[in-house]
């Protein structure tokens, strides 16, 4: 063979190849860029099937000051639950470590740097509970609407748009990263790949606000197999603890910020 003729022969063999890696390369992409609501319901549904649950996290608040500064405080904590009416969470920071501890019966919040604790009857579900403390309580608990049966549908109750944006790396962990605007607030969620579509990452940024804060929860150590004995659930008042009011400085320390934060700022 001439030159020439080797050579035109082995560019078009070189082009060839090189179409069909592209080709294959945008049907792997379209294949994996699925409904972002079929991917948020796959992992609402794999928890919300779970009766026993544990995980930790670390979760960082923002604020913004008058002089539009913007100031990051972060906590870390654990969680486990037992549908439908057995729930603890202890979250610390540099400026709180409580605990809220529900039984099926009694809601018991207790704040470790106070050494008080408040109690309230709050029979019914885990769900019933959330709902009820960010109600009425006015508790900000970003990132339990994670842990709601009806999860999808609250999450999803002002989406405007969502989007699969395509794949993350989430604490070593590869996920398919979501987003999803909704008229006062985005969120981001990154969901772990494969059969246990859990969330690994969360992020809210308010948009109402100038800077944009946001709140970002981190999950790792998930557990679905975490039987706790009855005692995990049941609230025991340390020693010299004292009960205290629902309006007292437990509920204040329950928030991520701490007391005091600059005059005017937002979060």
């Given amino acids: 063979m001439r030159p020439a003729t080797f050579l035109r022969t082995k560019t078009r063999a070189t082009l060839g190849a090189a179409t069909a890696a592209v080709m294959l390369l945008a049907a792997t992409s379209a294949a994996r860029a699925d409904d972002p609501a079929k991917i948020l319901r796959s992992m609402t549904d794999y928890l919300g099937g779970q009766k026993s649950l544990s995980a930790s996290f670390d979760s960082d608040i923002e604020i913004i000051t008058p002089e539009l500064q913007k100031i990051q405080f972060a906590s870390a904590g654990q969680m486990k639950l037992s549908r439908p009416d057995k729930l603890r969470i202890r979250r610390t920071g540099g400026y709180a470590d409580v605990e809220l501890t529900f039984d099926g019966k009694t809601l018991s919040l207790y704040g470790n740097n106070a050494k008080s604790y408040v109690q309230a009857d709050a029979a019914g579900t885990i769900d019933q509970v959330i709902d009820s403390l960010m109600a009425k309580a006015g508790a900000a ?8 049966t009806n999860s999808y549908d609250e999450l999803m109750a002002n989406v405007i748009e969502g989007k699969h944006v395509g794949q993350g790396v989430v604490d070593g962990v590869e996920c398919e990263h979501l987003a999803f605007r909704g008229v006062d607030t985005d969120w981001q969620i990154w969901i772990e790949t494969g059969a246990r579509p859990v969330p690994r990452k969360y992020v809210i940024t308010s948009k109402t606000l100038a800077g944009a804060p946001q709140y970002t929860l981190r999950i790792k150590d998930w557990k679905t197999d975490a039987v706790a004995d009855a005692d995990t659930f049941v609230f025991k008042p340390p020693a010299g603890a004292t009960k205290v009011n629902l309006d007292s400085s437990v509920m204040v320390e329950f ?12 979060k």
């Fill in 255 to 266: 928030d991520e910020l701490p007391p005091g934060i600059p005059a005017g700022a937002k």
């Fill in 141 to 148: 608990m970003p990132g339990t609407d994670l842990l709601l």
